[in-house]
C-alpha cells in the first residue's frame, strides 16, 4: 500500500478522481465539438463518431494514430483490405495502444470499388479502432457510442425490431441495403459480420422424417412421385426458412443445412441470393428419374 502511495505522490500514477474531473472537462469541450457538426451519424437513435471525430478526442489526450500499409487478404472466399494503425503519444513518440481492422468486398457499397479505396477504409478504420480502445471511455462519458462510424453501415433512425430480422444472439437487428445478399449486422466492435441466413437450423424444431422401410428397388433412388404438392417456394425469405423447408421436404437426402447448400448445387451459402430458385432446383433434380 505504501508503494501504491508512493507512486500517487511522484505522478508516476494519477489519482483516480483527477482522471474522472479531467474526463469531464474534456467531454464538456468535446460534446461541444461534435455537437457543431452539420451531418451528424445516427444509427438506432444513437450518435457514432466518425474518424476525425476520434482524432479531436485524441488531441486531448495527446495521442495520434499511425496507419501502416494496407494489404490484401481474403477471408472465407471474400476478398478485402486489412490494415493495423498504432496509437502513439505525440510528445514521446510512444507506443500506447494499436488496433487492426478490414474493408471486404461482401460489404454493403464495397463489392465493386477499386483496391486503393478497400485499402484507404482499412486504414481508416484501423486509426479510428486505435483510438477508440484507447479512449472510448471517454466518448461513453460523452454520450456516444463506442463503435466507430466507419464500421458501421447506412444509417437507421427506428428502434430495431425484436419479432422480424432480429439476431438473438447479439441483441440487435439484422438489415439489408444496396447490394447484400442477405440480412446481416457488423458484430460489436470488431470487423467480423453476423449474416442472418448462417444461422444454424434448431434440429429440435424440424420433424424427424419418417422411419425408411424397406426398399425393394435395387435400381438405384427413387424419386417421389410427381403427384407431390411441394410447397410454395417464395415464401422462402431466407436461408433459415429455407434449409428447414429443405430439410422436411427432402428428408431422405437433405438433414442438415449444409446438405441443403449442396443438394441445390451450390459451394457455398453466399452463392445462394434467390431461395425460391435454389428451392425449384432441389424439386427438378428429384423429380428426374435416375440414370
Not at 53 to 75: H, K
Request: hydrophobic residues 30%.
Amino acid at each position: 500500500m505504501d508503494k501504491v502511495l508512493a507512486k500517487y505522490e511522484s505522478g508516476l500514477i494519477i489519482p483516480p478522481d483527477k482522471v474522472i474531473f479531467e474526463a469531464k472537462i474534456a467531454v464538456t469541450v468535446f460534446k461541444g465539438v461534435i455537437e457543431q457538426k452539420p451531418k451528424k451519424v445516427i444509427i438506432n437513435g444513437e450518435q457514432f463518431l466518425e474518424y476525425e471525430d476520434w482524432q479531436t478526442l485524441g488531441e486531448f489526450y495527446r495521442c495520434s494514430a499511425i496507419t501502416r500499409d494496407a494489404v490484401p487478404v481474403e477471408i472465407d472466399g471474400v476478398k478485402g483490405a486489412k490494415a493495423h494503425a498504432d496509437l502513439v503519444n505525440i510528445d514521446t513518440g510512444v507506443i500506447i495502444g494499436g488496433a487492426e481492422a478490414y474493408c471486404l468486398r461482401d460489404e454493403q457499397n464495397w463489392g465493386e470499388k477499386p483496391w486503393f479505396q478497400l485499402a484507404s477504409m482499412a486504414q481508416t478504420r484501423a486509426g479510428a479502432k486505435a483510438f477508440r480502445n484507447r479512449l472510448a471511455w471517454v466518448a461513453v462519458m460523452a454520450g456516444y457510442r463506442p463503435t466507430p462510424a466507419e464500421e458501421m453501415t447506412g444509417t437507421e433512425t427506428h428502434p430495431p425490431s425484436t419479432t422480424e430480422h432480429y439476431c438473438l444472439e447479439h441483441k440487435t437487428s439484422f438489415f439489408k441495403r444496396g447490394k447484400m445478399k442477405s440480412y446481416a449486422h457488423p458484430i460489436g466492435d470488431s470487423s467480423e459480420w453476423c449474416h442472418e441466413r448462417t444461422t444454424e437450423v434448431i434440429v429440435e424444431d424440424v420433424p424427424k422424417p419418417p422411419e425408411k422401410t424397406q426398399d425393394t428397388n435395387l435400381g438405384g433412388e427413387t424419386p417421389p412421385s410427381d403427384k407431390k404438392d411441394y410447397r410454395d417456394p417464395d415464401t422462402l425469405k431466407n436461408f433459415n426458412e429455407y434449409s428447414k423447408a429443405c430439410i422436411v421436404d427432402f428428408p431422405d437426402v437433405i438433414k442438415t443445412s449444409q446438405d441443403a447448400v449442396t443438394y441445390a448445387g451450390y459451394k457455398n451459402r453466399l452463392e445462394i441470393s434467390n431461395y425460391p430458385e435454389a428451392y425449384r432446383k432441389i424439386v427438378e433434380k428429384r423429380q428426374k428419374p435416375p440414370e
